[in-house]
């Protein structure tokens, strides 16, 4: 029963109104008509996963057979006319090899002489054939008559005469009967099997569209790299000479290719461009070509060899270079030891998976890229291993000051920590007294040519904020800059210029490098020049050079936070595949704790080397008590590198005016007297301990008075 509702209610309240309030039924739901009902169901059912697979599973395997009779019908025609070699001769006519297009117009001038001489036989084949059916009929019957004779003598019935030949007669008939029986199940099944066999064909090579291969397919994730895809991957990357080329080689494509061998996790594959097409045009399109072979952009490399038109390309198994290396043998061998002249430290693996490992004999060293990338880490690996070598000494200015080279306190003689001016301008003198060093060296080396001198490793990390420092000195010499007076510039161009040759070697990192804050003519005195992630072209040639980015090098498009520790090398020191100007190494990465165990058996080949901490210049210091502290643990030192350990110590206050005479002077003042030692004038680390205690005793009595 439907109706309105009405309340009738009173209030009490007499000044109230009484209200009426109509609440309407709701209308009924009207029914959804038969037609849209079925029409839903029917989209349902059509676009449902299932349906689209099934029907993807029909056309698959329904085109496979028109596929595969595709394939049947032109391996016919290739094995009955002259069409493969002409394509195979066209193919190398395009590429511009005409020693092998001749080969192939050769072989099929002579496939065509051979088809003739076939045709003409054909000729005369109908008589020889009907006169070798006549023969052989004739020898048949003679040879059963003669052997029904033989058989007719031996049993003396003259009827076995005929029995052999009635016998073959028999046999004929009954294969006669077996074909009657067969012949109608034969032409029944028979299409059948034909069909089955042009599916099998069409399957093997997945004769379909695209769209009606399986998921698995259609995607082509992880496919393996086959002449096929390259050559289609090439052909689609949008260089017309090049596509046009490969559309007049036919199928014969592959002919481009060298052979596909597997590099270490991934492939390396020749190709060899046609003419008219420039190996930059590929270069340029390396994301492209990546796509086109169903990789990442990061997993192709393209790398230009020594053979004209010619790229080589590494294609990486999918997802192989998101796997970590292993750990360094720095920390699983704790056997290792390093030698600076003929060793290599192992610094990590190729894209091969083959390890490498790097030559730091007499090469200067600089490590550029982004910030947080694994600079520092890369670098520091390196003077690990070396620091292994007990006769390479260190002096190191770490300009971020984060504690990252702290391990190196023990080994390093010099270790400047902090990222202030006042470290910068340390780390400046400390390069200056390495020119020094190298100059005292040079001196010495032309006195006496067969001298050998210990390797001295100067290393700045963040080597930028020196370069960048806006303080100028008394001298009116600013410390930062790239102009010929800078101090920190021309230090590191004079170590450049003649350290190597005295074992005075320059080490750098450096982020983020510009023209302002990596000079050209400082990072082009580098040998070893590496770079992680860079964010353009330019600075990438500015890390490595004209020459190894025009062959391939490419740190810009290394990918940033998820390649780091991956370097792009350019140095002699390494081995590089033969042709390439570069190689891309994925660093181990030595953590911090692990750093600090290789840097303690570093120390235990050392016996102990006293660190110099620079300190305020401006503070009073205790000169025989800063002498104890230069010697360290040695049971002597040089009176020459005490000097030079002081200087490096306060260069405010062990400046030029300490000489060998002053030094001499303090120490005789406290009763101690250098010593020769094989005709070198030495300081003794016991008798200066013995006169800081008899100097601390004479002060404490003093005192008590």
């Known amino acids: 029963m439907s109706g309105n509702v009405v ?48 029907a993807r599973a029909i056309a698959r395997h329904t085109l496979y057979v028109a596929g595969g009779a595709r394939i049947a019908a032109k391996r016919t025609w290739d094995g009955r006319t002259a069409s493969r070699y002409e394509r195979m001769f066209r193919a190398a006519e395009a590429a511009g090899n005409h020693e092998i297009a001749a080969e192939w117009e050769e072989r099929g001038q002579h496939f065509r002489e051979a088809r003739h001489r076939r045709r003409m036989d054909l000729l005369h084949s109908p008589v020889d054939a009907a006169k070798g059916a006549a023969v052989s009929a004739g020898m048949g019957v003679g040879s059963l008559v003669a052997l029904g004779a033989v058989m007719a003598i031996a049993t003396k019935d003259v009827t076995q005469v005929v029995t052999p030949l009635m ?56 496919e393996p790299i086959t002449p096929s895809i390259v050559v289609k991957a090439l052909r689609d990357l949008g260089v017309p000479a090049l596509r046009n080329a490969i559309k007049e080689m036919g199928d014969a494509g592959a002919s481009m290719l060298g052979p596909i061998r597997i590099a270490g996790c991934g492939v390396e594959v020749d190709v060899t461009l046609p003419s008219g097409v420039a190996t930059n045009e590929v270069q340029q399109r390396r994301r492209k070509l990546a796509e086109n072979l169903t990789r990442h952009e990061h997993e192709v490399f393209i790398t230009i060899p020594e053979a004209a038109r010619t790229v080589r390309l590494w294609i990486a198994d999918s997802g192989a270079l998101d796997e970590p290396i292993g750990p360094s043998p720095l920390v699983t061998d704790a056997t ?53 070598d007990r006769s390479v000494q260190f002096w190191i200015a770490d300009l971020k000051g984060i504690g990252d080279w702290a391990m190196f306190d023990g080994i390093a003689q010099v270790l400047i920590e902090g990222p202030s001016d006042d470290h910068v301008i340390q780390a400046t003198e400390m390069v200056e007294d390495a020119v020094e060093e190298m100059n005292r060296r040079i001196e010495a080396r032309r006195n006496d040519p067969t001298i050998v ?37 021309m230090a590191v161009r004079k170590i ?22 990596l000079p050209k003519l400082v990072r082009e005195g580098a040998h070893t020049r590496a770079s992680l992630v860079l964010g353009t072209e330019s600075q990438a040639r500015m890390a490595l050079g004209d020459k190894a980015v025009d062959g391939g090098a490419a740190p810009h498009l290394l990918r940033q936070g998820l390649d780091k520790g991956t370097l792009v090398v350019a140095s002699d020191g390494i081995t590089i595949p033969a042709g390439q100007a570069s190689i891309t190494v994925r660093t181990h990465f030595i953590d911090d704790d692990p750093a600090k165990e290789v840097a303690d058996r570093a120390k235990a080949l ?80 016991d008798h200066v301990l013995r006169a800081l205690t008899n100097r601390d005793a004479d002060g404490s009595a003093s005192a008590s008075r």
């Open 7 to 54: 309340h009738l209610h009173k209030d009490t309240d007499p000044s109230a109104v009484t209200t009426l309030t109509v609440v309407p039924d709701p209308a009924p739901a009207r029914p959804v008509p038969l037609w849209v009902r079925s029409g839903r169901a029917i989209r349902t059912a059509i676009t449902h996963e299932t349906t689209k697979t099934t």
């Open 167 to 222: 016998a073959t007669i028999e046999f004929i008939n009954l294969l006669i009967t077996i074909v009657q029986v067969v012949w109608g199940p034969a032409l029944a099944i028979g299409p059948f099997l034909a069909l089955l066999a042009l599916w099998a064909v069409g399957s093997k090579q997945q004769a379909a569209p695209a769209w009606a291969l399986p998921e698995n397919v259609r995607s082509s994730e992880g």
């Open 336 to 388: 290792m030891t390093a030698n600076y002249k003929t060793g290599k430290a192992p610094w990590g693996q190729d894209l091969r998976g083959d390890a490498a490992a790097i030559s730091l004999y007499q090469r200067h060293l600089l490590v550029t890229g982004l910030s947080n990338q694994g600079k520092t880490a890369s670098l520091r690996a390196l003077a690990l291993w070396l620091a292994l």
């Open 453 to 489: 001198f210990e390797p001295l490793i100067v290393l700045v990390d963040e080597a930028q904020l020196a370069f960048m420092c806006p303080v100028v000195g008394d001298d009116k010499r600013p410390y930062g800059g790239s102009k010929a007076t800078s101090r920190y510039f």
């Open 496 to 517: 450049h210029n003649q350290g190597r040759a005295v074992d005075v070697l320059m080490w750098q990192g450096t982020q983020d490098p510009t023209d302002q804050n």
């Open 606 to 685: 050392r016996n102990g080397v006293a660190t110099l901490r620079v300190v305020d210049q401006g503070e009073e210091r205790d000169a025989l008590a800063d002498v104890a502290a230069v010697i360290g643990d040695a049971p002597r030192l040089r009176t020459n590198e005490v000097l030079k350990r002081l200087h490096a110590l306060a260069p405010g206050i062990y400046g030029d005016q300490w000489t060998n005479d002053r030094l001499k002077a303090l120490l005789e003042s406290h009763g101690v007297e250098p010593k020769k030692s094989h005709g070198v004038m030495v300081v003794h680390r």
